[in-house]
């Protein structure tokens, strides 16, 4: 079954700075990876996607992932941080043959001043 | 062009009660998904809609059922509630082909009592 894994319940970063947000996967064949961001009760928003080609996505807002085969991973970044980027991040992974997605557990980014 | 759209906003419910929610999908889309999303975990897939038919379904009891019109919109229901069913229930719409993402509503905060 495809699944993926966000080790990290939350991410701290000073406004500026480069962030990381972790996420690693598992699936049967080519992976379709996304990432979502949801702000205080509201739905999720898409950032960006990897389906095949490059592996530097960019995508919204000034963030960009790294789709890295070898170590089945798919991190979210973003070169210098802002305060508003502060919400929470959820990597998901597309089933086979079908449109569902199966979601990470989230990581909460916090961007301080 | 109008994204996803859900209603009601907020529920507030009883146990054993059944409750109904609605969704109007992105212009275009064809293909509606519902995800249930616990407080502090990733939204957890429940089923998808298209051509008026359930192609996909979660892991999830039959007291949860939907339905989708000719219009592309979609309902959701939940039968004898239960107070686990408390959450936040999201509404994404998509195209059936091709890799498209999916695209989430603002969702509806369901509370039962």
């Known amino acids: 079954a495809q699944s993926v894994a966000q080790p990290e319940d939350q991410v701290n970063v000073a406004e500026g700075n480069p962030l990381t947000v972790k996420c690693t996967y598992s699936?049967?064949?080519?992976?379709?990876l996304f990432w979502y961001v949801q702000y205080p009760n509201r739905g999720l928003q898409f950032l960006l996607k990897?389906?095949?080609?490059?592996?530097l996505v960019k995508g919204s807002y000034g963030f960009e992932a790294e789709f890295n085969k070898s170590q089945t991973s798919f991190h979210l970044k973003k070169p210098s941080a802002l305060v508003s980027d502060s919400a929470l991040y959820f990597c998901a992974v597309r089933d086979l043959g079908f449109q569902k997605l199966v979601f990470g557990t989230g990581t909460r980014l916090l961007v301080s001043p | 062009d109008a994204g996803v759209t859900q209603s009601p906003t907020h529920l507030i419910k009883t146990r054993g009660q059944q409750v109904t929610l609605r969704c109007s999908p992105k212009s275009g889309h064809d293909t509606v998904s519902w995800y249930q999303q616990a407080l502090g975990q990733g939204p957890q897939f429940i089923f998808q809609?298209?051509?008026?038919?359930?192609?996909q379904r979660g892991n999830f009891p039959d007291r949860f059922s939907g339905h989708q019109f000719p219009n592309y919109s979609s309902e959701l229901n939940v039968n004898a509630l239960l107070l686990g069913d408390s959450a936040l229930y999201l509404c994404?719409?998509?195209?059936?082909?091709?890799?498209?993402?999916?695209?989430f509503g603002p969702g509806t905060r369901l509370t039962v009592l």
């Open positions: 699936v049967s064949g080519n992976p379709y």
């Open positions: 809609y298209y051509e008026e038919e359930e192609r």
């Open positions: 990897y389906i095949t080609g490059d592996n």
């Open positions: 994404a719409s998509s195209l059936m082909m091709g890799t498209n993402e999916q695209f």
